[in-house]
C-alpha cells in the first residue's frame, strides 16, 4: 500500500498543475493579507481613537442592554454572560484584546482563507480517477496484479495528504504575511471554560482553527473524489464541489428555521464554529456533528469503492 501511496504522490507531483495551485495558493494568501492591509490603513479615520478599555466598556454595556431583553434565547444570553466575563477579566487583568489590525489577529482570523485550499483540494481529488479514463492509461492500471480497492484508496489517501500539504502550506503563507504587512499585537486568548475565564495557547488556537477547518477540507475533497470516481468526469467533479461549496451555507441559512436543516453536511463543514459561536443553527452539539460528518463520510466512501470495484472498466 505506501508503494501505491508513493506512486500515486509521485504522479500528483509530475503534473505542473500541481506545483501551479500550490504556487498560486501562496501569491493568492500573501496579496489578500497585504490588500486587506492596505484597505485597512486607508479606512482608518483620523483623530484620537478611542482606547482599548473604552471599546471593552462600549461592549459591555451594548451587552448588557440586550441581556436585559426577555424574548432574548437561552444560548444568546449564555453566549453573551460569557463575553461580558472575558470583558471584566480583561479589564481588572490589564490584558488588552489583539486588535483587528495586528499580526496576532490576522493570524488567528486567517482559517477562514482556506476556501482556497478547498478549491484546489478539490481539482486534485476529483481529476485523480476520472483523469486515469480521459488520458486512457484505466486499463494499464488496472492490469497489474493489485486489488482495485488498494488503489482506490492509494488514491484516496493522495488525495488528502495534498489537500493536508495545501493547508500547512495555506498557514504558513499567512504567517508570512502577517510577519511582512502587520505589527505585533497581544496574543493572549481568553476564554470562558467550566464556569470562569481561563487563558488558552495563542498558537494552541490558531492550530486548532485550522485543524477544525481542515475537517470540512476533507468533506468537500471525498465528495469530489467520489463524483469523480462515479462519473469519471473531473469536470463534473469539481464544479459540483465548488458549487457546493458556496450554495451549501446558504441552503443551510434558508432552511435554519426546520429541523431538518442539522442534518444537512453543510451545517457542520466548518468546525470552527464552536470555538468562534458562529452557528447556522444554534444548539448543535459536538457529538452530533461528529455523528453527521461520519456517515455522510460514509456514505460518500461507499458509493465511490461499489462504483469503482464492480462496474465494469472501460478506457
Not at 481613537?49 to 461592549?59: C, D, H, N, R, T
Not at 485543524?211 to 470516481?229: D, E, H, K, P, W
Given at each position: 500500500m505506501l508503494n501505491l501511496i508513493r506512486n500515486e504522490w509521485m504522479k500528483l507531483w509530475h503534473k505542473k498543475a500541481t506545483w501551479?495551485?500550490?504556487?498560486?495558493?501562496?501569491?493568492?494568501?500573501?496579496?489578500?493579507?497585504?490588500?486587506?492591509?492596505?484597505?485597512?490603513?486607508?479606512?482608518?479615520?483620523?483623530?484620537?481613537?478611542?482606547?482599548?478599555?473604552?471599546?471593552?466598556?462600549?461592549?459591555?454595556?451594548?451587552?448588557?442592554?440586550?441581556?436585559?431583553?426577555?424574548?432574548?434565547?437561552?444560548?444568546?444570553?449564555?453566549?453573551?454572560?460569557?463575553?461580558?466575563?472575558?470583558?471584566?477579566?480583561?479589564?481588572?487583568?490589564?490584558?488588552?484584546?489583539?486588535?483587528g489590525d495586528s499580526r496576532a489577529q490576522h493570524i488567528l482570523d486567517s482559517h477562514v482563507l482556506l476556501s482556497m485550499a478547498i478549491l484546489f483540494a478539490v481539482i486534485a481529488a476529483g481529476s485523480i480517477v476520472s483523469a486515469e479514463f480521459s488520458q486512457g492509461t484505466i486499463k494499464m492500471l488496472l492490469s497489474r496484479p493489485v486489488k482495485r480497492w488498494k488503489i482506490l484508496t492509494s488514491k484516496y489517501i493522495t488525495s488528502l495528504l495534498y489537500a493536508l500539504a495545501l493547508t500547512i502550506l495555506a498557514l504558513l503563507a499567512t504567517i508570512l504575511a502577517?510577519?511582512?504587512?502587520?505589527?505585533?499585537?497581544?496574543?493572549?486568548?481568553?476564554?470562558?471554560?467550566?464556569?470562569?475565564?481561563?487563558?488558552?495557547?495563542?498558537?494552541?488556537?490558531?492550530?486548532?482553527?485550522?485543524?477544525?477547518?481542515?475537517?470540512?477540507?476533507?468533506?468537500?475533497?471525498?465528495?469530489?473524489?467520489?463524483?469523480?470516481?462515479?462519473?469519471?468526469?473531473?469536470?463534473?467533479?469539481?464544479?459540483?464541489?465548488?458549487?457546493?461549496?458556496?450554495v451549501g451555507p446558504n441552503i443551510v441559512f434558508f432552511l435554519s428555521r426546520y429541523e431538518i436543516a442539522k442534518y444537512i453536511i453543510f451545517a457542520h463543514t466548518d468546525l470552527t464554529m464552536f470555538i468562534t459561536g458562529q452557528m447556522f443553527i444554534p444548539g448543535i452539539t459536538w457529538p452530533f456533528s461528529v455523528a453527521i460528518i461520519s456517515v455522510y463520510m460514509l456514505i460518500f466512501l461507499v458509493i465511490s469503492y461499489l462504483s469503482f470495484i464492480k462496474r465494469d472498466v472501460k478506457a
Open positions: 501551479i495551485m500550490a504556487g498560486l495558493i501562496v501569491l493568492i494568501l500573501i496579496g489578500v493579507s497585504g490588500i486587506t492591509k492596505w484597505a485597512d490603513s486607508n479606512m482608518q479615520q483620523p483623530g484620537n481613537q478611542p482606547s482599548w478599555e473604552q471599546s471593552l466598556a462600549e461592549s459591555k454595556a451594548i451587552y448588557t442592554t440586550q441581556l436585559a431583553d426577555p424574548n432574548i434565547d437561552e444560548d444568546t444570553k449564555k453566549q453573551m454572560e460569557e463575553e461580558i466575563a472575558i470583558i471584566d477579566y480583561r479589564l481588572d487583568e490589564n490584558q488588552a484584546p489583539a486588535t502577517g510577519y511582512m504587512f502587520y505589527d505585533s499585537g497581544s496574543m493572549t486568548i481568553l476564554d470562558y471554560q467550566n464556569g470562569s475565564v481561563v487563558e488558552v495557547s495563542y498558537w494552541g488556537r490558531v492550530f486548532a482553527l485550522y485543524s477544525l477547518q481542515f475537517v470540512g477540507i476533507v468533506i468537500y475533497t471525498t465528495f469530489a473524489f467520489m463524483i469523480g470516481s462515479v462519473f469519471r468526469s473531473s469536470s463534473l467533479a469539481i464544479g459540483l464541489s465548488i458549487f457546493l461549496l458556496f
